[in-house]
Each structure stands twice: as C-alpha cells, then as structure tokens.
C-alpha cells in the first residue's frame, strides 16, 4: 500500500464503535485504514485524537483523514489547527462532496451523536469518491493556506 491509499481514522470516546464501522467500510472498499484509536470506552480529550490524525495527514503519510467526536466539531477544529490541514464537518452527502470539489479538504469530520450508521457511511463515500476540481478554486484554496502563516499571536480567546 502507498500513502494515497491510507486513510488515517480517529476519534474520541463517543463515536468509537462508528469509527470501527467506518474503518472497516472503507477497508472493504480498498483503503488501507489507518485506525489510530482510541480503543477504550474511557472519556478522553478529542483535540489530541484531532491532532494525531491530523499530524498523519499533513506529513504525507496518510491521503485522508477521519476524524469524529460527538458533534464532529470539536476535533475539525483541532485537526484544522495542524498546517496543511484543511477538515470539515459534514452532516449531508451534498457537503462531503463539495469540501473535495470545491475546498481539497484532506480530512472529514463526523458527529457521531448526530448522524447514523448508514448516513455516515454514505458521507464518506461521498467524500472518497469525489475529486477536486481545481481550476478557480485552486487560488481560494491557496488563499486558505496563505493564512496559516499570516498571524501572529491571537488575541481573542472566546469566553
Ligand atoms: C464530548 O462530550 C464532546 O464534547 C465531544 O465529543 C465533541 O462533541 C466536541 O466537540
């Protein structure tokens, strides 16, 4: 297997039996999943499970990732925060599609409390399958990569 075959697969306490299904789906389909874990029911923090993913992706050594936790947003904005990454959450197939099309997204989030098995199988597909579409998307998507080095220190910190 090469790394354009090998999916990384992570994700926190909650959506660890989605994730196996999802790694074996895919395994199925001809990927070589790459399941990071965790294993254990035990509660756990999604942005360290985001960035492991994530670091796999960005190094080159995994094509894609999938991440999930319980809304799917917590670990994309982990996973969003290591340079090269580009996640996004998807809750429709339209979506999952779209973020490769249009966006060259590397990794899918999912929200294990928010969408079933079979809908999110069906997003992955989506994802898997499509293609980006390069032409006038490819500068907007070098725009988002243009901000990974444009900031100092944030001020802003939320609540
Ligand atoms: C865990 O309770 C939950 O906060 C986490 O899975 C996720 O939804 C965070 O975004």
């Excluded at 991440?67 to 959450?89: D, W």
Aim: aromatic share 4%.
């Amino acid at each position: 297997m090469t790394a354009s075959n090998r999916i990384v697969l992570s994700s926190d306490h909650t959506a660890i039996q989605l994730r196996l299904t999802i790694a074996a789906h895919i395994a199925a389909h001809g990927w070589e999943a790459v399941d990071i874990g965790p294993t254990t029911p035990e509660s756990t923090h999604y942005p360290k499970h985001g960035e492991a993913a994530a670091r796999l992706v960005a190094s080159g050594d995994c094509r894609f990732g999938i991440i999930l936790c319980g809304t799917g947003q917590g670990i994309m904005m982990a996973a969003n925060k290591v340079k090269g990454v580009r996640c996004g959450v998807c809750v429709d197939t339209f979506s999952a599609r779209m973020i490769r099309q249009h966006n060259d997204a590397n990794m899918l989030s999912i929200g294990g409390r928010v969408v079933g098995e079979g809908l999110a199988l069906d997003i992955v597909d989506a994802f898997l399958t499509a293609q980006f579409d390069g032409g006038r998307h490819a500068p907007r998507v070098a725009m988002i990569e243009a901000l990974e080095t444009k900031d100092g220190p944030a001020v802003r910190r939320g609540t």
